[in-house]
């Protein structure tokens, strides 16, 4: 009598995302194409001529370094969170809060400081509107963040957030990160292309 063995190989595990982690992703990628879509028309735009050139306003240069700041306070919180310190956890996400709110601060200051350059939304020439929309479209993802943030902020308080449940505090960081990644992004594209 002879006995045969099968030999069965154990099944790969899939590869597993949280679904709200998904959703964000794809929620990232559908504004990554939308500010594609926009620079690739600005560049278009501009080639065809009739573009008024105007000074990008100074205030951008400090926006930039106050969302670099805020990105870090974002991961300073992301590792206390990891090893359950709270006072560090809530200093870090506090610190990005101002942080988002100094930076919607300057962008509306900078558009101030376009207005007294003349340069308008409306103002007749293509340049000036785009400069608006990219920075104004931007600002309304910031507001986003920032509430994300209110919230996983309120959770932090309600002790919600901790080295066992980390998957809100992840997700807002990675979504902070990312509009600072593309702040970053637009700012260099306007001085790149604003000569």
């Given at each position: ?52 050139m105007?000074?990008l ?62 340069v ?38 309600k ?17 902070w ?19």
């Amino acid at each position: 009598m002879s006995v045969s063995m099968k030999i069965v190989e154990k099944p790969e595990r899939p590869l597993a995302m949280n679904p709200k982690k998904f959703a964000l992703w794809l929620f990232m990628i559908s504004i990554v194409m939308m500010f594609a879509a926009l620079t690739s028309a600005y560049i278009v735009r501009k080639g065809d001529g009739n573009w008024r050139m105007f000074e990008l306003p100074v205030l951008f240069w400090y926006s930039t370094a106050v969302v670099i700041l805020s990105s870090v306070g974002m991961q300073i919180g992301v590792m206390a969170a990891r090893k359950d310190q709270m006072a560090k956890l809530k200093w870090g996400l506090l610190s990005t809060f101002i942080l988002g709110v100094l930076f919607l601060s300057g962008q509306f200051y900078s558009w101030k400081e376009l207005i007294v350059g003349n340069v308008y939304f409306t103002g007749g020439n293509p340049s000036e509107s785009f400069i608006y929309v990219l920075t104004g479209v931007h600002w309304l993802h910031l507001v986003s963040g920032l509430i994300f943030l209110g919230i996983v902020l309120f959770d932090v308080l309600k002790l919600k957030v901790h080295s066992r449940n980390m998957n809100r505090i992840e997700m807002c960081a990675t979504y902070w990160h990312f509009l600072g990644g593309l702040w970053v992004y637009l700012f260099a594209f306007l001085l790149y292309n604003h000569q």
